[in-house]
């Protein structure tokens, strides 16, 4: 199993920048892909962004440009940069990993964080 713990979020204002970081542990070398989702209030969960474990990266049309997805795989960690926040981007945000099993490929989630950006 793969467990991950989220930190980073909070109260920016727009125009400013936050860092996310997701940690994981347990059966991290059968990671194949980590990336982030938000959740807005009343809406469905939405991919932000992901990355590979070969580093190929992929975004969401409405941050392109704004937001950077990275991975430390030594550390197997994954953080996002969020760089001109808008109040749109207000939602909690969750990580999650995709690993390998012998089911096939399983998905787990972080506990969500806040971010909530003020206009």
Request: aromatic content about 6%; proline content about 2%; hydrophobic content about 35%.
């Amino acid at each position: 199993q793969v467990q991950l713990v989220e930190s980073g979020g909070g109260l920016v204002q727009a125009g400013g920048s936050l860092r996310l970081s997701c940690a994981a542990s347990g059966a991290i070398a059968a990671i194949t892909a980590m990336g982030w989702y938000r959740q807005a209030p009343g809406k469905q969960r939405e991919l932000v962004t992901a990355i590979t474990s070969g580093g190929r990266t992929n975004y969401a049309d409405s941050v392109l440009g704004r937001f950077t997805i990275s991975r430390d795989n030594a550390k197997s960690t994954v953080s996002l940069q969020m760089n001109s926040l808008k109040p749109e981007d207000t939602a909690v945000y969750y990580c999650n990993a995709d690993f390998a099993t012998s089911l096939g490929t399983k998905r787990v989630w972080g506990q969500g964080t806040q971010v909530t950006v003020s206009s």
